[in-house]
């Protein structure tokens, strides 16, 4: 009723058998995770600091690239410039949410630095939602 598979399977099933695509180990997977994840924290931390300037924004993006440019072994991250644009609020989020991941990840891979880091930056832009904010009168 069916013709039976002449030629060999397109994936490489045998125990021993050579692949022809790199493969990357658990542990370069989640540094190659974590290096994106803090990557992605650094921009929005340089788009805070463009919006809002502020010692504490200066020292954890120098931080967050200290650890970027260990992660992918001296190779320094791209850096945002320019100016804010009031979406403080906005970016305040997105950046505690990235520093979830990044924790998630470095306590997935026992990088207690990048945990560390990744805490306290989730602790300080939690802080920075929870700030009452002063309203101003229109007109």
């Known amino acids: 009723m069916y013709e039976p598979i002449r030629t060999k399977s397109v994936h490489s099933t045998m125990a021993g058998t050579a692949s022809d695509f790199p493969h990357r180990t658990r542990e370069e997977e989640l540094e190659f995770q974590l290096a994106g994840h803090l990557a992605a ?7 805070l600091r463009a919006a809002s300037p502020s ?3 200066d020292a954890a993006a120098e931080r967050l690239a200290e650890q970027v440019t260990r992660l992918r072994n001296g190779s320094t991250p ?38 560390i880091l990744a805490a306290e930056r989730m602790d300080a832009h939690a802080a920075a ?11």
Not at 129 to 139: S, V
Request: glycine letters at 10%; proline letters at 2%.
């Open 55 to 57: 010692a504490d924004l």
């Open 78 to 115: 791209a850096r945002a410039s320019g100016g804010g644009d009031g979406r403080l609020t906005s970016l305040h989020r997105r950046a505690h949410a990235l520093a979830g991941r990044a924790l998630v990840v470095a306590a997935s891979r026992a990088d207690t630095a990048a945990a």
């Open 41 to 47: 924290l650094l921009a929005v931390t340089d788009e």
């Open 129 to 139: 939602l929870a700030e009452p904010r002063e309203l101003t009168a229109a007109g």
